[in-house]
């Protein structure tokens, strides 16, 4: 697949569409749109099991690949990456999930429920402003390990056997190794680099969602989340974080699709209620044009 051939910085350098899809409840439309806010899922929670996870064993598999054919002195700094990413990899990110599909059969089955689905189309300019994820990526690969910035980039899905992807990233890593001088500052930061890199990565079974995502993570100096809070999941508390869209781009929502439902003119003018209450009347509100019925 074309985005495999990228390194993940290139990936997460390309232009996001200017209007990304989010697919939820109507539960979830209505504190969206009361509190101009976004969560963000700790990415461990989430309904991929092998989310975060997969990024990492593919790295370290890869790693292993290459020590069996190195020099004593490479496979010292293979063993030291692989120490230094064994080191973060509980550590997990928060993600808020995004797709560049609209009104897509795929996603009202898998992501809304019955008769109660919304597909929010954000305007991705408050997407990035919330984070301020605009800086040139040069800025941004020297300060996400440190700071924990926020990137907005689009999923690469990896296939069950991705060969040499990470190569590049093994590489400059190990050479920079040499150069510093020091070679655990640079291991630091690979392993915190990788950790935001990490979630961008999905099993390539997910291919068809094509999704952009929204990742952050602790603050390497607090270990804090920033406007952390629970909900309570199917049998556990999940942890997410809040972030506000609303405050730096008063519209930032473009337009809203009500998915298939048995009272479909009902929740269409409750809808446009809503969003005009919140001073959002201009949004668009339309039905779906998918002859589904899942009710």
């Known amino acids: 697949m074309e985005n495999q ?9 390309k232009a996001a569409p200017a209007i990304l899809y989010h697919y939820t409840s109507l539960e979830a439309f209505h504190k969206i749109v009361s509190t101009g806010t976004l969560w963000a899922t700790d990415i461990r929670f989430m309904n991929d099991s092998t989310e975060f996870r997969l ?6 598999s890869r790693i292993r690949d290459l020590r069996a054919e190195a020099s004593e002195e490479r496979s010292t700094k293979l063993d030291r990456l692989n120490v230094a990413l064994e080191s973060v990899e509980s550590v997990g990110a928060f993600v808020s999930c995004f797709s560049t599909k609209r009104d897509d059969l795929s996603q009202w089955r898998g992501y809304t429920p019955l008769g109660r689905g919304v597909c929010i189309g954000f305007t991705t ?9 605009t800086r040139p990526m040069s800025i941004a690969r020297q300060r996400m390990a440190t700071e924990g910035v926020s990137l907005l980039g689009e999923v690469m899905y990896l296939s069950s056997d991705p060969q040499s992807i990470f190569d590049d990233l093994i590489e400059f890593f190990c050479g920079q190794q040499e150069q510093s001088g020091s070679p655990f500052d640079w291991l630091k930061f690979a392993a915190r680099t990788f950790l935001i890199a990490a979630p961008f ?3 390539a079974h997910f291919a068809e969602e094509c999704e952009w995502r929204l990742v952050g993570g602790r603050n390497p100096s607090t270990e804090k989340v920033a406007n952390l809070n629970f909900r309570q999941g199917a049998s556990t508390l999940i942890p997410y974080s809040e972030i506000n869209l609303k405050e730096r781009i008063p519209r930032f929502i473009s337009e809203v699709i009500i998915g298939p439902s048995p009272n ?9 209620m809503l969003l005009d209450h919140h001073e959002l009347a201009d949004v668009e509100v339309i039905k779906s044009a998918i002859p589904f019925r899942n009710w």
Not at 265 to 272: D, F, H, Q
Request: aromatic fraction near 12%; hydrophobic fraction near 45%; avoid cysteine.
């Open 5 to 13: 051939r990228l390194g993940y910085l290139e990936q997460l350098s």
């Open 55 to 60: 990024a990492f064993s593919t790295l370290k």
């Open 125 to 133: 300019a408050a997407i990035r402003e919330a984070f301020d994820t």
């Open 201 to 203: 990565y999905k099993n």
């Open 264 to 272: 479909i003119a009902l929740t269409l003018a409750s809808a446009k």
